[in-house]
């Protein structure tokens, strides 16, 4: 038998429904982050730092240190390793502080 997170904790979770990631379907579980979703669907970078563009995901994955910031639904600095995803989530790389349009 293999073992899984969740057969280690008996977890029978719901049907797996769509979001996605600049564009891309993936697949996700109810319960899940959307950072959990990202990282299993390979994806370890979702925004990039104002100075230098750096790239940035989960670090903490407590929501204390806000690396995993991403744009959900079209709504920047949304804490990706708390925020769970929902069915349809359209997830963007957020660019520097998602505020970068109103820049002047």
Known sequence: MTRTPASLVRAEPGPPYEITFDGRPLTALPGQSIAAALWAAGILSWRTTRDGG?????????????????????????????????????????????HDELAV
């Open 54 to 98: 750096a790239p940035r995901g989960a670090f903490c994955a407590v929501g204390t240190c806000y690396d995993c910031l991403a744009t959900v639904n079209g709504r920047p600095n949304r804490r990706a390793c708390i925020v769970p995803a929902r069915p349809g989530d359209a997830v963007t790389t957020q660019k520097g502080s998602g």
